[in-house]
């Protein structure tokens, strides 16, 4: 095992803590400001003040995920195995490593094989804090797993049953195995518009923004970021 990669392991606890100390908002502001620290790396991180202006996190937000993120793999950058394993710290009763695929995946905005620090940022300020045309915007992208500009119905079904595994049997215990299935028949009776057996980012967004019922089941994809 290479010093990278062990070193990568050993910080995949700190890295998951970090983001959810964000996500809930109970960063430890006592604590004195550090400056980003900079070592040997693979890939170097843009400027703080560069990220502060193309993102909605402060200086401070910034610095306290990057050394998550230089803890979780100093050479700056994270591969596809090393994002399955910090999924697997949040949903012990669960698989998320279908899920964990996908959403490397649009993490990877490059789509060669791994994620700098700004792809991280740069996503996790919209999925946190993006206006909701944005999040919608971003999702879309997500379900999208071909890229073509359209979703399925297999391609949506793919994504809700890798969440419902991630979620795992004992946190959802009444779930059957159709219900991915009757979730997106749901799902797409109301966002395809002109029937046309895809959904587009204009329906997608527009049948979102319309239905309080397809808002509140959107926040179950929201909450697992």
Same mark, same amino acid.
């Given at each position: ?29 006592? /604590?004195? %400001? !550090? ?8 890939? &170097?991180?843009?400027?703080? *003040?560069? =990220? ?63 994620? /700098?620090? %700004? !792809? ?8 946190? &804090?993006?206006?909701?045309? *944005?999040? =919608? ?6 379900y999208d797993l071909n890229k073509d500009g359209y979703i399925n119905k297999e391609e949506m079904t793919d994504i809700v049953r890798a ?9 959802y215990p009444v779930l059957k195995d159709e219900a991915p299935r009757q979730h997106v028949d749901a799902f797409f009776q109301k966002m ?10 204009? %329906? ?22």
């Open positions: 095992m290479s010093g990278c990669t062990r070193r990568c392991k050993m910080g995949i606890v700190k890295f998951a803590r970090s983001i959810h100390r964000l996500v809930t908002g109970t960063l430890n502001k006592d /604590k004195p %400001e !550090d400056e980003l620290e900079m070592t040997v790396v693979c890939h &170097r991180p843009e400027g703080l *003040e560069q =990220l502060e202006a193309q993102t909605n996190f402060t200086k401070r937000e910034l610095q306290i995920l990057y050394r998550g993120f230089k803890n979780e793999c100093p050479s700056g950058l994270v591969n596809e195995e090393t994002f399955k394993q910090i999924y697997a710290q949040f949903f012990p009763h669960g698989d998320a490593s279908t899920y964990a695929h996908y959403l490397f995946n649009a993490f990877d905005s490059g789509q060669n094989g791994s994620v /700098k620090f %700004e !792809d991280f940022v740069m996503a996790l300020s919209i999925l946190l &804090r993006g206006s909701i045309r *944005e999040k =919608l915007r971003w999702t879309f992208n997500l969440i419902y595994d991630m979620m795992g049997k004992y946190t395809d518009k002109n029937k046309d057996g895809v959904v587009t980012l204009d %329906e997608f967004i527009v049948s979102c923004q319309e239905d309080d019922n397809i808002m509140q089941s959107l926040q179950l994809f929201e909450n697992v970021i």
